[in-house]
């Protein structure tokens, strides 16, 4: 083969890998980051495409987030890219954290003392038997009343980040550029 190893990888080496990978865990979520700070837009497009990304990926809607986002951002006249690559917020491993804030917040607000209190196994049974109809009390309404605050406050926190970010990623690059071809800014 050309392109085969010498040494094969043995199991403790792919573990070690899956668990810690060779180049760190900060090599995606910078790669992410430079992709979105990349992209041929305005700071304000940018910082809009990653509000409302970071907005829709704190919604209860698994598995729309980036539809969501997408229609939002066309919407709001943000970024497309920018607001389907923050959507990678919600992840299997942040999902359960997103559920329970909501879920917790969203009893808060709707009166705790109305509020059905319902167990995990209860639960499990509903949805075994497809009764979406008695969830929507006690679970799902608390949970979409409960995302509303909480992606709010999160796109009124990662737009101004998002915003100065690109705007000085962008300065900065125009400057490199200038300073390359030796043209004055």
């Known amino acids: 083969m050309l392109f085969r190893r010498r040494k094969p990888v043995t199991l403790s080496e792919r573990l070690r890998a899956f668990f810690w990978p060779r180049k760190g865990l900060t090599r995606a979520p910078r790669y992410i980051a430079l992709r979105i700070l990349r992209l041929n837009s305005s700071p ?46 919600a992840n299997p491993i942040t999902i359960p954290v997103i559920l329970t804030a909501s879920y917790e917040v969203g009893t808060m607000l709707t009166q705790p003392q109305a509020a059905q209190v319902i167990g995990g196994q209860e639960i499990m049974r509903m949805i075994e038997h497809l009764d979406f109809a008695s969830l929507w009390g006690p ?10 605050p909480l992606s709010a406050a999160g796109a009124l926190i990662f737009y101004p980040f998002a915003f100065q970010t690109a705007r000085l990623f962008q300065k900065r690059r125009r400057q490199a550029r200038a300073h390359k071809f030796g043209h004055p800014t």
């Not at 679970?139 to 509303?148: A, E, Q, T, Y």
């Open 44 to 89: 304000h497009s940018i910082a809009v495409g990653v509000a409302v990304g970071v907005a829709s990926s704190l919604t209860p809607f698994f598995g729309l987030h980036i539809v969501l986002a997408v229609l939002l951002a066309s919407a709001f006249s943000g970024n497309l890219i920018a607001a389907a690559i923050t959507t990678l917020l």
């Open 139 to 148: 679970v799902f309404k608390p949970m979409l009343i409960g995302s509303l």
